[in-house]
């Protein structure tokens, strides 16, 4: 019996667990990217495991708590880049638990001492943190080692391709506009990356405010600093207030970060929908989409990747030690 044919399109975080996920089913993948990995938007991220601005919704939920227990798994593998680092968030409205907090280990609540007075209460828990370019590197090696095909290779439609494959899944984030998707936007992120210093150490979050999301994230070799989520906002231009800010708000939540020596800032474009697009094209059965998870491409990665396992009627009847 033959195995079954799918081309990937895209190399971000999406498009390689997409990759991955297909491959440990027994698929015959094939990944064709205008642009490697570490030339897309999933390279410059703080790749933490967060719903930042997310409201509650159980897919969200479902497809998170899959991501979570997955890059826990792989945080035992020093090679991927994924580390489980203790993580505090900070609350302006004192919901009880977070929502999602189903999903995360070591939850506990601080006491009111240990909480700023301008917040109402903060939560600590356990949060996989990847450093983006070796966990893309990581899962690049891992799909290629399973057989799969990279294929430097700029597709204009996917539909152009369905003859090739028995299901294509584009996972092109804002590349798929050309598509045909009107609802997909972008957000502008700026993000910051400072020298490893011992004056921090975990993960701090305030994501209170939707345009300007606030967290520090400790990496083994750096520290991350974010952030902006500028809407529909496309120019390419870092101005020193900006960077001023982002190192105003990220001291307000740990006071070791204005002890910092910033090292560079980086911009990129979140692809933005309402809802991430992970569905069954409605002219073109065998072609799926994954794409538009905004800024939550890691925290949903390998819960969508499943769910576009599901939507292809593969059964899997492979596993792989790295992700069980």
């Known amino acids: 019996m033959s195995r079954p044919r799918i081309i990937v399109l895209g190399a971000g975080v999406s498009g390689l667990t997409t990759a991955v996920t297909m491959s440990l089913a027994g698929c015959d993948v094939v990944i064709y990217a205008a642009e490697g990995p570490a030339q897309t938007t999933s390279a410059l991220a703080a790749a933490i495991w967060h719903p930042f601005?997310?409201?509650?919704?159980?897919?969200?939920?479902?497809?998170?708590?899959?991501?979570?227990?997955?890059?826990?798994?792989?945080s035992a593998d020093a090679a991927s880049g994924v580390r489980m680092r203790v993580l505090t968030e900070y609350f302006r409205r004192d919901a009880g638990a977070p929502w999602w907090a189903e999903c995360?280990?070591?939850l506990e609540r601080l006491a009111p001492a240990e909480v700023p007075s301008r917040f109402a209460c903060a939560y600590r828990m356990d949060a996989p943190v990847a450093d983006a370019p070796i966990?893309?590197?990581?899962?690049m090696t891992l799909f290629l080692d399973l057989g799969g095909q990279y294929v430097h290779r700029r597709v204009s439609d996917p539909v152009s391709v369905l003859d090739d494959a028995d299901h294509v899944v584009n996972c092109c984030g804002y590349g798929s506009r050309p598509f045909g998707d009107s609802d997909l936007s972008l957000s502008r992120a700026i993000v910051l990356r400072a020298a490893r210093d011992d004056a921090v150490r975990g993960c701090?979050?305030?994501?209170?405010?939707?345009?300007?999301?606030?967290?520090?994230?400790?990496?083994d070799d750096d520290i991350v600093l974010g952030g902006t989520a500028d809407l529909d906002l496309t120019s390419t231009v870092i101005g020193e207030r900006q960077i001023e800010d982002i190192v105003r708000r990220c001291a307000g939540l740990c006071e070791g970060v204005a002890a910092l020596r910033i090292v560079e800032a980086h911009l990129g474009f979140r692809p933005m929908r309402r809802v991430p697009r992970v569905a069954r094209d409605a002219r073109h059965p065998r072609l799926l989409h994954n794409y538009g998870h905004?800024?939550?491409?890691?925290?949903?990665?390998?819960?969508c990747a499943n769910d576009v396992l599901r939507l292809t009627g593969i059964a899997s009847d492979a596993s792989h030690p790295a992700v069980g």
Do not use: K, N
Not at 135 to 139: I, Q, T
């Open 53 to 74: 601005y997310q409201a509650p919704d159980f897919v969200y939920l479902a497809r998170a708590r899959q991501t979570y227990t997955t890059m826990r798994r792989l």
């Open 204 to 219: 701090f979050i305030d994501d209170a405010d939707p345009a300007s999301p606030t967290y520090v994230v400790e990496r």
């Open 294 to 303: 905004g800024g939550g491409g890691f925290t949903l990665s390998w819960g």
């Open 135 to 139: 966990y893309l590197r990581y899962l």
């Open 104 to 106: 995360a280990s070591g």
